[in-house]
């Protein structure tokens, strides 16, 4: 059994019961940005590399670890995180497939050389750094949530370098940056292929942008279906309950 420190909790890794993920109220929990990128996300099903920058406490590569057989590596910048992801990798008794490294990823490029991946993904920082006052109190929530270690332009050149050409890179992101993200993808020779928007419910604005593109690809955005999230009642949309339980 894996130690648990200060808050964290064991939970069940959605309706997956054989696999569960360490969190924490105050450091960390995944939420559901991440389950939508998983979910979004091409992967190589039989073999190749994956590697997930800002990754938490390892739930991307978790998840992921369900859709493919690929090696899977896990990065983050903040070591109580770094740490529940090692220990999430050992509650489940993946350290065959899945690695986690406790870094930058404006480092990886130089770690891995030409080393390079079939797909990379990120969930990063959405926010620009805010003034001192217009931060979380929680340090971790405010390295996370805001562009205080790497800027959105540090995380396209990263995925960039890190991605072989005809290599994928997914991204979930806000739909305020979609510009800025569409147009340093093209900078550093990722073509956007898929998007995706997200909604709260119909009839409001989508909060949620999921893209992927390709390094060094041909020019062909497809722009996929609207997800809803909650009906106007209030419960999960089927797509979404299927996204969330299977089914």
């Not at 190749?48 to 859709?67: A, E, H, Q, Y």
């Not at 995180?81 to 990798?89: E, I, K, S």
């Not at 790497?150 to 991605?163: G, T």
Request: one cysteine or more; charged letters at 30%.
């Amino acid at each position: 059994m894996v130690e648990l420190k200060d808050d964290e909790r064991i939970d069940d890794l959605l309706a997956d019961e054989t696999m569960q993920i360490i969190q924490s109220p105050t450091a960390f929990a995944f939420s559901l940005d991440a389950v939508l990128l998983a979910d979004f996300t091409y992967v190589p099903i039989k073999r190749g590399k994956i590697i997930d920058l800002c990754t938490g406490n390892g739930v991307i590569p978790l998840l992921l670890s369900r859709r493919s057989r690929a090696s899977i590596t896990g990065v983050e910048i903040q070591e109580r995180l770094y740490d529940m992801a090692v220990r999430n990798v050992e509650l489940n008794q993946l350290n065959e497939q899945l690695e986690m490294i406790h870094g930058n990823l404006k480092d990886m490029p130089a770690r891995y050389g030409n080393n390079k991946f079939d797909l990379v993904t990120c969930n990063p920082p959405y926010f620009p750094t805010p003034r001192k006052k217009e931060q979380n109190l929680n340090d971790f929530l405010t390295i996370a949530r805001h562009e205080i270690y790497c800027s959105l332009e540090d995380v396209v050149r990263s995925c960039s370098q890190l991605v072989r050409s005809g290599g994928k890179v997914s991204m979930v992101h806000r739909p305020g940056r979609m510009a800025d993200i569409l147009t340093l993808f093209r900078k550093y020779r990722i073509e956007p292929k898929r998007l995706r928007l997200v909604y709260p419910k119909m009839g409001r604005e989508a909060n949620v942008l999921l893209v992927e593109g390709i390094r060094d690809g041909n020019a062909d955005l497809k722009i996929l279906p609207p997800l809803y999230a909650f009906t106007d009642e209030g419960e999960y949309t089927d797509e979404l309950r299927k996204i969330l339980y299977g089914g």
